[in-house]
């Protein structure tokens, strides 16, 4: 599922990858709100599409080439023992967040070709390389060689919103680089609304996806802030909110959990929301955050014709057991798309 949301990182418009929904009423699902409140932390019931797009802190590389220079092809980091996946961050003293940025480093007027100390982070930790850069012979500019990545873009799914402070979290795991699977890391993004245009069904061996659309340059529903293994994070726009009339319902924790029956909410089609059956199989014993905390299985039957079970893309898609949020769909088994994994509600923290 993750790997699904990154292989459309770089379309720019219409985004292919999945999307679930939320549900609209007056009362907790048969709970009153005045029950509801008594001690118990309150949310938005997510499920509903977002357009996501992300800028990177510091730029992966995600490869080292080399420079036509007017002398031949020269390699700067060619025994730097450099790896797909390393993040620069710095080179000198400046801050390096995009490729913009390294060109107007390398090319500012002050720069006559000398080496550059580039600082990088790999698996927690830094590290720095000293390079001369290459100067380009076609376009004169000064360059290191390096193929990276400053930003992503794709579709994904909301599990919920805070109803006091309007923080958000969705998908349930992380968005990670197509080419290196790191985590990437976040300086600053957006997340919009967006619109679930079809739906490819799951069968054993291969995962379905929905797919959905949304436009960059849409009105901004939030900003994103943290990317992790366990969600994407941020703060939403309280005005846009609160014109959306979402759901309130009860945050639970692990020890709500229970086997048995339970719905997700998501959407299948354009933007309708729906609650479908499931049944939770299995709940782990976990005192800490981690992945897969509990085991489901659809059982809806209209769900499964739809889509043949869980699909990619429904990842963050909202589980609510006994009038209460659970947690969240974030896998799919691929040999058998009627069960997946779920992330307790615990674990998705700001």
Known sequence: MCKNFCSALFVAFLVFISVLCFSFAPFVYGVHMSQAYAGQKMVYLGGFPIGITLNTKGVIVIGVSSVTTNNGEV?????????????????NKSEVNSATDISSILNDI???????TCTFLRNGSTFSKRVTP?????????????WIRDNAAGVGTMTYIDAETYKFACLGHAISDIDTSIVMPVLNGNIYKCNVIGVQKGVKGKAGELKGLFLKNGSVLGNVTKNCEFGVYGQANKEMVETMHLTKVILGNKSMVKVGKAQIYCTVDGTTPKA?????????????????????????KTLLELTGGIVQGMSGSPIVQNNVLIGAVTHVFVNDPTKGFGLYADWMSF
Do not use: C
Request: glycine fraction near 6%; aromatic fraction near 6%; charge should be neutral.
């Open 110 to 116: 002050t720069y006559k070709g000398d080496s550059v």
């Open 134 to 146: 290459a100067k380009d012979s076609i376009t004169g500019l000064y360059k290191l060689g390096l």
């Open 276 to 300: 479908y059956d499931v049944e939770i199989i299995k709940a782990m014993n976990q005192n800490s955050p981690e992945k897969r905390s509990l085991v489901l299985k659809i059982t809806d």
């Open 75 to 91: 390699t700067p980091f060619k025994n730097a023992e450099i790896k797909e996946g390393d993040v620069l961050t710095h080179i």
